[in-house]
């Protein structure tokens, strides 16, 4: 039987089979709890019902077991009142929040009484999940309403303590410069309720909803259970709005234009000046409801942006237009099964870009981005004890990069920042997948002296990739293209051309996965306890052949101990293995076939040029003795034993609720990376010399090893022990329930990482530095192995908060304060003399962490003026102001580290070197806008 028959088996199974359902599907959290008398005895047999806005039908009805325990699972993320009702004794109601992943504990009490005689609903449940000790934050449809962001989910998530440039943890990964359109870091996991969605290629993901159809944010590291896989840093799991049994629907609109925005260049830098922006609307409409009354539910979605972006002084506007469609529905089938299906489709097009001042659209190009993600679930209980789950996900997506001259070389003038010619690569990255998930889930409340929650569960996953992509001026001495690059190089300029620059590479990833877990309450301890199997996959599509056969064994072991019994004081620890996602990127291009032999020529030259005549660089550049080295990236061996790279990761916390609406947490994790994939030089009979070498910039004299002679090198996918990553984080952390007025949450967070391999995007991904191994000029560099990662900001404080005050009129801030990252200074290995190693490309002048970049302050606002429309309907007129503090340097990746790293088109302008090192890379302009007034109304019903 194939795997594929095998869970549409499995599904059809769980349909056939199921029993009394609680009625909405979710990936989402639960109640649970145990009543009892006054006396502290235990109560069977009360009636116990949850009510909600998020039921499909009006309520749910459950008795009590044999110890007095009940237990809802599988609840939408919302409000529910639980009522509890015995024969003898006063009735109760309890007022719970349900959050996703999470266990809402009720301790009932209940005295001596008539059942129709109600007691008020009372406060909400304790605030601390006294029965996980996974690090988890949820973000609320409050927050995503009240937060003043950029409407997208990776802005609400690195909001959470711990997260910065979009990775997790010090895992590391942001993957911005590779994918445009693509969103989050390589390290995490990406899920669309529940059913992973990441990216094939790099492990980001190209799958955004309208930030409207977003129910809630469920965002897991460290301490999770067995279920949880392919990630290292963190799961971020988007949990989308279901209609409900009434109609309700809002409609939103926010602009903002030039005329709204700041200037953050303070230092008048050319390069950094900020595209001008014509016009910036987003709007949204969404609207759910009952189609059958307490049977079948809608949720619907659609989104319009729309910008025009002109290169800094210039005219040259493009066109970016963001879509965005999602249909949802709920069937309660029966009071025994609920069936979930959803569509979302979030197309992107980008005409026009890259038009410059000097040359106009020389080098202009279109990018596009369809993504179209279908989803179903269908769940089941076997009477009240056990629940079944099938989830199915699939993906399929396509991102284009079209230059408008494809009969032209593309020629890069670094020194002054101009392209010419012509786009110079394109691209069309088609790539699917198709993810399913069956679990059960089996709970027995008087097993061996304590109650368990048994849950098992199996999946498969099959994603691929395809890539077309060459560059463009193909002529008879290039025929796949080539591409041209000038860097400064005193009074000369040096020209580097590389040709047969082409990708026609095809990669498949197959993952059987299966795991088993078991959560275990003895009195005030819960344990989490599990173990999963995961066999990932890579494979050449081309050829067939498989480049990576991973087995991965994860165990997993947890502990919440509550030390008062009340869940105000929770000791929790946990300590685990979680294994990286294999994205195909990498060892799909050096292990699979499809791609070409790169070949890089070298000319410096003193000899007056012009850019516009590429075909003078192609005869004076691409010859023999210009030659400088080629990468032959075509089926390169795959040692014999390779592993999945890995992280082993503890955490131990202390949580304690302050009073009736707050809590504090104290939280330290330990991280350790290894099992890095390399590019190995697994057979390297090159001969070296040592020779001393000062590095005037900095004043500091070290060893670096020439070529002598041997060769030629032959490179291997391998692993190897000196490289790896630490990590420790200490997190302060403090939260209060909102109320209807006032919300608060702040976090302080502590960072110290080491390691041989960085822990940028290179440090995920792997593969970004050719044949370090066996290179002493890295591995007996001092500076390679001393200092911080680059990523690691040593201290993180975020608070975010919002208040309601009189007049209708809400006032919300996301404050963020981040100490600047540690870089050393690097040069080319071409620009030292007497360095001649090919493939020692930046040489390290100084430790890593030898200086800091400025700390950062990012300040985001919102006021907010509602008005009642009647009936219901509610307006909102909305003024955000984004970077309030007007940060001239981001949080991003990009900031240049090379001393020769130049502004060029400042330099241009002034007729002398600017360097740019140490300082702000033209590259990341646009991950670091100035201050931005967006101005926006929503109306809601």
């Known amino acids: 039987m194939t795997r594929k028959l095998f869970f549409a088996f499995v599904l059809v199974a769980a349909v056939m089979a199921a029993g009394p359902l609680l009625a909405q599907m979710s990936t989402t959290g639960e109640i649970v709890g145990v009543v009892k008398a006054e006396d502290g005895t235990v109560l069977p047999g009360a009636t116990v019902t949850v009510e909600g806005a998020a039921l499909i039908q009006r309520s749910i ?150 930030f409207d159809s977003i129910q809630e944010i469920q965002v897991v590291g460290g301490g999770a259970s067995a279920e949880y896989a392919n990630y290292t840093g963190v799961v971020v799991n988007i949990v989308t709005k279901a209609g409900t049994n009434a109609f309700h629907g809002s409609g939103t609109v926010y602009y903002t234009s030039d005329s709204l925005r700041g200037n953050n260049n303070v230092d008048d830098i050319k390069d950094l000046e900020q595209k001008k922006i014509k016009r910036d609307y987003d709007t949204s409409l969404v609207l759910g409801g009952p189609l059958i009354k307490d049977r079948l539910t809608f949720f619907a979605s659609v989104r319009y942006a729309k910008s025009e972006n002109a290169p800094a002084f210039t005219d040259f506007y493009d066109s970016l237009e963001r879509q965005g469609y999602q249909l949802r529905l709920d069937f309660l089938a029966s009071p025994s099964q609920t069936l979930t299906a959803m569509f979302n489709s979030d197309p992107i097009r980008d005409y026009d870009l890259n038009w410059q001042e000097t040359v106009g659209d020389e080098a202009a190009l279109n990018r596009t981005q369809d993504t179209e993600t279908g989803y179903l679930s269908w769940v089941g209980m076997w009477g009240e004890k056990t629940l079944t789950e099938v989830k199915f996900a699939a993906v399929k997506g396509d991102q284009k990069r079209i230059p408008v001259h494809m009969d032209a070389a593309q020629v890069s003038d670094y020194r002054i920042g101009v392209d010419y010619n012509s786009g110079g690569i394109y691209r069309d990255e088609p790539e699917k997948r198709q993810h399913t998930l069956a679990t059960l889930t089996h709970y027995t409340d008087n097993f061996l002296g304590g109650q368990h929650e048994f849950k098992v569960g199996a999946e498969y996953e099959e994603a691929s990739n395809k890539i077309n992509q060459y560059t463009t001026g193909a002529t008879p001495t290039t025929p796949n293209g080539v591409l041209f690059w000038i860097l400064p190089f005193g009074d000369a300029a040096y020209i580097t051309g590389l040709t047969n620059y082409y990708d026609r590479s095809a990669a498949r990833i197959k993952r059987p996965g299966a795991f088993v877990q078991d959560k275990i309450t003895f009195g005030r301890a819960t344990w989490m306890v599990g173990l ?40 929790k620890a946990a300590v685990g293995r979680y294994y990286e996602k294999t994205p195909t990127y990498g060892p799909a291009a050096y292990a699979g076939t499809g791609t070409g032999t790169w070949t890089y020529y070298n000319l410096i030259t003193s000899e007056p040029f012009d850019p516009h005549d590429w075909q003078w660089f192609v005869d004076h550049v691409i010859r023999p003795e210009n030659f400088s080295s080629s990468f032959t990236s075509t089926s390169i061996p795959v040692e014999s034993g390779i592993k999945n790279p890995y992280s082993d990761i503890f955490n131990i916390s202390f949580d304690r609720q302050v009073g009736a609406r707050s809590s504090i947490g104290l939280s330290y994790l330990y991280r350790k990376q290894r099992d890095f994939v390399l590019l190995t030089q697994y057979a390297n009979n090159v001969t070296y010399e040592p020779f001393e070498y000062t590095a005037p910039e900095t004043g500091r004299t070290f060893t670096l090893w020439r070529v002598t002679g041997g060769g030629p090198r032959d490179f291997a996918l391998g692993n190897r022990d000196f490289q790896e990553q630490k990590n420790q984080m200490a997190i302060l952390q403090f939260q209060s329930r909102p109320t209807d007025k006032f919300t608060i949450a702040s ?21 970004c530095t050719n044949g370090i191994d066996t290179d002493p000029n890295y591995e007996q560099n001092p500076y390679y192995n001393q200092g911080q990662l680059k990523e690691v900001r040593t201290w993180q404080f975020k608070l975010q908060a919002s208040y309601q005050f009189p007049w209708q009129i809400l006032g919300s801030a996301n404050f963020r304060w981040v100490s600047g990252r540690p870089w050393g200074m690097e040069n080319y290995q071409y620009a030292i003399p007497g360095a001649n190693d090919p493939y020692y490309f930046y040489v390290l002048l100084e430790p890593k962490d030898a200086r800091h970049q400025p700390s950062v302050t990012n300040l985001d606002l919102r006021i907010q003026k509602d008005f009642n429309l009647g009936g219901g309907a509610l307006a909102s007129v909305i003024l955000d102001i984004l970077n309030a503090t007007n940060e001239s340097i981001g949080v991003g990746t990009y900031f240049s580290t090379n001393v020769q790293d130049t502004y060029g088109k400042e330099s241009a302008e002034r007729g002398e070197t600017v360097s740019s090192t140490g300082k702000a890379s033209p590259w990341s302009v646009d991950s670091a806008p100035p201050r931005t007034l967006k101005v926006g109304l929503r109306v809601a019903f």
């Open 61 to 210: 009805t459950v008795t009590t077991d044999a110890i007095g325990v009940f237990r809802f699972p599988q609840l939408t993320p919302g409000t529910y009142v639980v009522r509890i009702e015995l024969t003898g004794f006063n009735a109760r109601e309890y007022r719970v929040v349900v959050n996703v992943g999470r266990t809402s504990t009720v301790p009932v009490e209940l005295s001596v009484g008539r059942a129709s005689e109600k007691v008020a609903v009372r406060a909400e449940v304790p605030l601390i999940d006294s029965t996980s000790s996974k690090i988890s934050t949820s973000f609320t449809p409050e927050d995503l309403q009240k937060l003043p962001t950029d409407r997208t989910f990776s802005a609400v998530v690195e909001t959470m303590a711990g997260v910065v440039n979009k990775a997790a943890f010090g895992a590391g990964g942001n993957v911005d410069g590779y994918h445009v359109f693509g969103v989050g870091a390589a390290s995490n996991s990406y899920q669309l309720n529940g059913v992973n969605v990441s990216n094939t290629k790099f492990g980001d993901t190209y799958v955004s909803p309208n």
């Open 532 to 571: 999963r199997y995961d066999n990932p996959k890579t494979l050449d599509d081309n050829t067939g052949k498989t480049i990576f056969n991973f087995t991965n064994w994860s165990p997993r072991l947890g502990l919440a101990y509550d030390l008062t019994g009340d869940a105000k004081n929770v000791l």
């Open 747 to 767: 976090s302080l967070t502590w960072e110290w990482g080491t390691g041989t391999r960085p822990n940028n995007e290179c440090g995920v991904l792997s593969l």
